[in-house]
């Protein structure tokens, strides 16, 4: 599979380069502070020392217009597709080592399912950020070439990925809802499928 750099116009359906912060306190916390497993990956949705950096006010404000969020983290090492998950609002990554983001469009999306050969892989380099937009399909970042794993930073809009709600289902897209924020769609051949995650993935579990 091609691995694209952000520059490539391709991306800018998806969203964009984050520019004008200085992350460098804000990654430094993360290197410090939190674990990178070699065989696993492990996300939380916020980190009070994360959220306690200088640059977090302007990540709240500047880039999300002042509304509430959180700023946690996924880190681990990882080379395979295996779901897409979307969100009401952008998330940004910030990534430490340099990290793959593999994507796709919600426009994608056929009755329910997508084909992974709509999926495209960018590589965000090291100490870089992106903006992916609301209809941007991802799911866990892959390792970059040569990187036995990743460190991400992973800013949503507060209380996403935390407790799913009770809700009835109304329609197809209320079965896709994992948790708090959060639709999936998982490919036949995961752990996220074998634990009633909805199957919404077609086509190859895309490994790199």
């Not at 709509?118 to 937009?133: I, M």
Request: glycine share 8%; proline share 5%; net charge negative.
């Amino acid at each position: 599979m091609e691995i694209k750099s952000l520059c490539n116009e391709a991306f800018v359906k998806y969203g964009f380069k984050v520019t004008g912060f200085d992350f460098t306190e804000l990654l430094d916390v993360l290197v410090k502070t939190t674990d990178k497993p070699l065989s696993s990956v492990i996300y939380t949705p916020g980190d009070e020392k994360l959220e306690g950096t200088d640059v977090a006010a302007s990540i709240r404000d500047n880039l999300f217009g002042g509304i509430p969020v959180q700023i946690g983290y996924c880190n681990g090492s990882n080379n395979a597709l295996n779901c897409l998950e979307y969100h009401r609002g952008s998330e940004v990554v910030i990534s430490v080592e340099g990290t793959i983001l593999l994507v796709a469009s919600m426009q994608e999306i056929r009755d329910g399912k997508l084909d992974t050969s709509k999926v495209e892989a960018f590589l965000v380099p090291a100490g870089e950020a992106v903006l992916l937009y609301e209809t941007t399909l991802h799911y866990a970042p892959c390792n970059a070439p040569d990187q036995d794993g990743f460190r991400t930073i992973v800013v949503l809009p507060k209380g996403t990925n935390t407790e799913k709600p009770d809700i009835p289902v109304l329609n197809d897209e209320d079965k896709r809802l994992l948790a708090r924020n959060k639709w999936l769609l998982a490919h036949p051949d995961t752990a996220e499928a074998k634990s009633g995650a909805y199957i919404g993935l077609t086509g190859e579990n895309i490994i790199l």
